[in-house]
Protein backbone atom coordinates (compact mmCIF):
# COMPACT_ATOMS: atom_id res chain seq x y z
CA UNK A 1 0.00 0.00 0.00
CA UNK A 2 2.84 2.28 0.57
CA UNK A 3 4.68 1.29 -2.34
CA UNK A 4 1.70 1.82 -4.22
CA UNK A 5 1.20 5.78 -2.50
CA UNK A 6 4.98 6.57 -3.28
CA UNK A 7 4.99 5.65 -7.10
CA UNK A 8 1.47 7.87 -7.17
CA UNK A 9 3.79 11.04 -5.82
CA UNK A 10 6.06 9.69 -8.36
CA UNK A 11 3.49 10.16 -11.30
CA UNK A 12 1.90 12.72 -10.01
CA UNK A 13 4.81 14.98 -10.01
CA UNK A 14 6.36 13.40 -13.21
CA UNK A 15 3.48 14.33 -14.99
CA UNK A 16 4.09 17.86 -14.25
CA UNK A 17 7.49 17.82 -14.97
CA UNK A 18 6.89 16.46 -18.49
CA UNK A 19 5.57 19.55 -19.96
CA UNK A 20 6.96 22.07 -17.27
CA UNK A 21 10.31 20.91 -17.41
CA UNK A 22 11.70 21.81 -13.87
CA UNK A 23 11.31 19.50 -11.31
CA UNK A 24 10.90 22.19 -8.44
CA UNK A 25 8.27 23.77 -10.32
CA UNK A 26 6.08 20.25 -10.52
CA UNK A 27 6.26 19.94 -7.05
CA UNK A 28 4.88 23.73 -6.22
CA UNK A 29 2.24 23.20 -8.93
CA UNK A 30 1.63 19.54 -7.36
CA UNK A 31 1.45 21.47 -4.03
CA UNK A 32 -0.70 23.39 -4.99
CA UNK A 33 -3.49 21.54 -6.62
CA UNK A 34 -3.39 19.76 -3.09
CA UNK A 35 -4.11 22.89 -1.42
CA UNK A 36 -6.87 23.57 -3.26
CA UNK A 37 -8.47 20.16 -2.93
CA UNK A 38 -7.71 20.60 0.70
CA UNK A 39 -9.46 24.41 0.11
CA UNK A 40 -12.98 23.24 1.63
CA UNK A 41 -11.95 21.58 4.79
CA UNK A 42 -9.10 24.21 5.54
CA UNK A 43 -11.74 26.85 4.94
CA UNK A 44 -14.17 25.58 7.19
CA UNK A 45 -12.02 24.84 10.23
CA UNK A 46 -10.47 28.73 9.53
CA UNK A 47 -13.59 30.02 9.46
CA UNK A 48 -14.47 27.90 13.04
CA UNK A 49 -11.11 28.94 14.40
CA UNK A 50 -11.71 32.51 13.99
CA UNK A 51 -15.53 32.52 14.96
CA UNK A 52 -14.15 31.28 18.07
CA UNK A 53 -11.70 34.11 18.53
CA UNK A 54 -14.80 35.86 19.09
CA UNK A 55 -16.06 33.83 22.28
CA UNK A 56 -12.45 33.65 23.62
CA UNK A 57 -13.73 35.91 26.27
CA UNK A 58 -16.81 33.37 27.29
CA UNK A 59 -14.22 30.64 27.53
CA UNK A 60 -12.05 32.33 29.58
CA UNK A 61 -14.74 33.67 31.76
CA UNK A 62 -15.65 29.73 32.38
CA UNK A 63 -11.53 28.94 32.98
CA UNK A 64 -11.55 31.29 35.48
CA UNK A 65 -14.96 30.47 36.84
CA UNK A 66 -14.14 27.31 37.48
CA UNK A 67 -10.73 27.03 37.97
CA UNK A 68 -10.84 25.13 41.44
CA UNK A 69 -12.94 22.47 39.74
CA UNK A 70 -11.12 20.72 36.92
CA UNK A 71 -14.22 18.22 36.77
CA UNK A 72 -16.83 21.05 36.23
CA UNK A 73 -14.60 22.96 33.67
CA UNK A 74 -14.05 20.19 31.82
CA UNK A 75 -17.72 19.49 31.74
CA UNK A 76 -18.93 23.27 30.52
CA UNK A 77 -16.08 23.41 28.34
CA UNK A 78 -17.37 20.49 26.32
CA UNK A 79 -20.99 21.98 26.86
CA UNK A 80 -19.39 25.53 25.38
CA UNK A 81 -17.72 23.90 22.16
CA UNK A 82 -20.86 21.80 21.78
CA UNK A 83 -23.45 24.88 21.60
CA UNK A 84 -20.77 26.66 19.65
CA UNK A 85 -20.29 23.83 16.90
CA UNK A 86 -16.15 24.02 17.69
CA UNK A 87 -13.59 20.73 17.65
CA UNK A 88 -10.88 22.04 19.28
CA UNK A 89 -8.83 19.11 17.88
CA UNK A 90 -10.11 19.92 13.97
CA UNK A 91 -6.86 22.40 13.63
CA UNK A 92 -5.30 19.74 13.38
CA UNK A 93 -6.88 18.38 10.70
CA UNK A 94 -5.10 19.60 7.52
CA UNK A 95 -1.47 19.08 9.25
CA UNK A 96 -2.85 15.08 9.79
CA UNK A 97 -3.65 15.07 5.91
CA UNK A 98 -0.32 16.64 4.40
CA UNK A 99 1.89 14.65 6.72
CA UNK A 100 1.79 11.27 4.57
CA UNK A 101 2.50 13.34 1.30
CA UNK A 102 5.10 15.11 3.22
CA UNK A 103 6.86 11.61 4.44
CA UNK A 104 6.10 10.18 0.98
CA UNK A 105 7.58 12.81 -0.78
CA UNK A 106 10.67 12.34 1.09
CA UNK A 107 10.98 9.08 0.70
CA UNK A 108 10.32 10.20 -3.16
CA UNK A 109 13.15 12.26 -3.43
CA UNK A 110 15.59 10.47 -1.79
CA UNK A 111 15.12 6.84 -3.75
CA UNK A 112 13.36 7.74 -7.24
CA UNK A 113 13.24 11.30 -8.66
CA UNK A 114 16.82 12.11 -10.50
CA UNK A 115 19.79 13.33 -8.49
CA UNK A 116 20.12 16.54 -11.03
CA UNK A 117 16.78 17.40 -10.48
CA UNK A 118 16.22 20.66 -9.57
CA UNK A 119 14.20 24.25 -9.11
CA UNK A 120 15.74 26.20 -11.80
CA UNK A 121 19.10 27.96 -11.07
CA UNK A 122 17.54 28.35 -6.90
CA UNK A 123 18.07 24.93 -5.59
CA UNK A 124 20.19 23.27 -8.28
CA UNK A 125 19.05 19.88 -6.54
CA UNK A 126 16.15 19.31 -4.87
CA UNK A 127 17.25 15.43 -4.04
CA UNK A 128 20.06 16.85 -1.57
CA UNK A 129 19.99 18.46 2.19
CA UNK A 130 21.00 21.78 3.13
CA UNK A 131 23.43 20.32 5.22
CA UNK A 132 25.32 18.82 2.28
CA UNK A 133 25.01 21.58 -0.01
CA UNK A 134 26.76 23.60 2.62
CA UNK A 135 29.24 21.02 2.78
CA UNK A 136 30.75 20.34 -0.71
CA UNK A 137 29.19 24.21 -2.04
CA UNK A 138 30.18 27.68 -1.65
CA UNK A 139 28.20 30.39 0.23
CA UNK A 140 26.30 31.47 -2.66
CA UNK A 141 24.88 28.56 -3.80
CA UNK A 142 23.65 27.78 -0.45
CA UNK A 143 22.14 30.99 0.49
CA UNK A 144 18.94 29.58 -1.07
CA UNK A 145 18.75 26.66 0.88
CA UNK A 146 19.83 28.08 4.34
CA UNK A 147 16.61 30.30 3.38
CA UNK A 148 14.54 27.73 2.78
CA UNK A 149 15.04 26.03 5.95
CA UNK A 150 14.59 29.40 7.68
CA UNK A 151 11.40 29.66 5.90
CA UNK A 152 10.77 25.92 6.61
CA UNK A 153 10.49 26.67 10.75
CA UNK A 154 8.88 30.23 10.56
CA UNK A 155 5.77 28.97 8.65
CA UNK A 156 5.51 25.97 10.90
CA UNK A 157 5.32 28.66 13.88
CA UNK A 158 3.53 31.97 12.78
CA UNK A 159 0.05 30.50 12.55
CA UNK A 160 0.19 29.12 16.07
CA UNK A 161 1.67 32.59 17.52
CA UNK A 162 -1.12 34.75 15.09
CA UNK A 163 -3.88 32.83 16.83
CA UNK A 164 -5.11 34.86 19.35
CA UNK A 165 -5.97 31.80 21.85
CA UNK A 166 -3.23 30.66 22.04
CA UNK A 167 -1.93 30.52 25.12
CA UNK A 168 1.37 31.86 26.94
CA UNK A 169 2.44 27.73 27.35
CA UNK A 170 1.17 26.66 23.64
CA UNK A 171 3.57 29.29 21.90
CA UNK A 172 6.31 28.25 23.96
CA UNK A 173 5.65 24.93 22.53
CA UNK A 174 5.33 26.27 19.05
CA UNK A 175 8.60 28.08 19.40
CA UNK A 176 10.58 24.91 20.37
CA UNK A 177 8.48 22.73 17.57
CA UNK A 178 9.91 26.00 14.71
CA UNK A 179 13.10 25.19 16.23
CA UNK A 180 13.05 21.69 15.97
CA UNK A 181 11.55 22.03 12.40
CA UNK A 182 15.03 24.51 11.65
CA UNK A 183 16.86 21.06 12.59
CA UNK A 184 14.64 18.66 10.37
CA UNK A 185 15.28 21.33 7.70
CA UNK A 186 18.36 21.21 7.58
CA UNK A 187 19.05 17.58 7.18
CA UNK A 188 16.11 17.11 4.59
CA UNK A 189 16.08 16.81 0.61
CA UNK A 190 15.57 20.42 -0.85
CA UNK A 191 12.21 19.56 -2.37
CA UNK A 192 10.52 18.79 0.86
CA UNK A 193 11.37 22.20 1.62
CA UNK A 194 10.00 23.64 -1.21
CA UNK A 195 6.80 21.69 -1.02
CA UNK A 196 6.05 22.52 2.83
CA UNK A 197 6.77 26.19 2.41
CA UNK A 198 4.46 26.43 -0.47
CA UNK A 199 2.03 24.60 1.28
CA UNK A 200 2.67 26.41 4.48
CA UNK A 201 2.41 29.99 2.58
CA UNK A 202 -0.04 29.14 1.06
CA UNK A 203 -2.51 28.67 4.33
CA UNK A 204 -1.02 31.24 6.29
CA UNK A 205 -2.12 34.04 3.37
CA UNK A 206 -5.50 31.73 3.82
CA UNK A 207 -6.01 32.22 7.59
CA UNK A 208 -4.69 35.94 7.42
CA UNK A 209 -7.69 36.92 4.82
CA UNK A 210 -10.37 34.70 6.61
CA UNK A 211 -9.51 36.51 10.41
CA UNK A 212 -9.38 39.97 8.52
CA UNK A 213 -12.93 39.00 7.20
CA UNK A 214 -14.23 38.09 10.55
CA UNK A 215 -12.70 40.77 12.30
CA UNK A 216 -15.01 43.40 9.59
CA UNK A 217 -17.83 41.09 10.24
CA UNK A 218 -17.30 41.35 14.06
CA UNK A 219 -16.94 45.27 13.75
CA UNK A 220 -20.13 45.52 11.76
CA UNK A 221 -22.07 43.51 14.75
CA UNK A 222 -21.10 45.76 17.20
CA UNK A 223 -22.10 48.69 15.40
CA UNK A 224 -25.26 47.09 14.43
CA UNK A 225 -25.78 46.60 18.09
CA UNK A 226 -24.98 49.85 19.18
CA UNK A 227 -27.70 51.12 16.10
CA UNK A 228 -30.48 49.29 18.13
CA UNK A 229 -29.36 49.82 21.88
CA UNK A 230 -32.90 50.82 23.10
CA UNK A 231 -32.83 54.95 24.68
CA UNK A 232 -33.62 54.82 28.06
CA UNK A 233 -35.57 57.52 28.98
CA UNK A 234 -36.18 58.78 32.54
CA UNK A 235 -40.24 59.23 32.98
CA UNK A 236 -40.95 61.79 36.48
CA UNK A 237 -44.58 61.50 36.86
CA UNK A 238 -46.41 64.70 38.01
CA UNK A 239 -47.72 64.55 41.58
CA UNK A 240 -51.45 64.80 41.68
CA UNK A 241 -52.61 67.72 43.19
CA UNK A 242 -55.17 67.38 45.50
CA UNK A 243 -58.49 69.78 44.13
CA UNK A 244 -59.44 72.27 47.05
CA UNK A 245 -62.71 71.12 48.51
CA UNK A 246 -66.22 73.93 48.79
CA UNK A 247 -66.60 74.99 52.14
CA UNK A 248 -70.12 75.29 53.05
Given at each position: ?16 QG ?130 VV ?98
Open positions: MWSWFLNFIYSIISFFFLVDWGLAIVVTTILMRLLMMPLTLKQQKSMAEMQKLSPKLKELQERYADDPQRLNEEMLKFYSENKFNPAGGCLPLIIQMPIFIGLFQVLRTMVPQEAGFFNILPWLTQAPNQVFASQDIITFLPYGNFLFGLLTLLPMLLNQQTENQMKIMAIVMGVMMLWFGWMAPAGVLLFWVVSSAWGLVQQLIINKKTKQETIAEEEAKKEFVPVEVNVVRREKKKRPRKKN
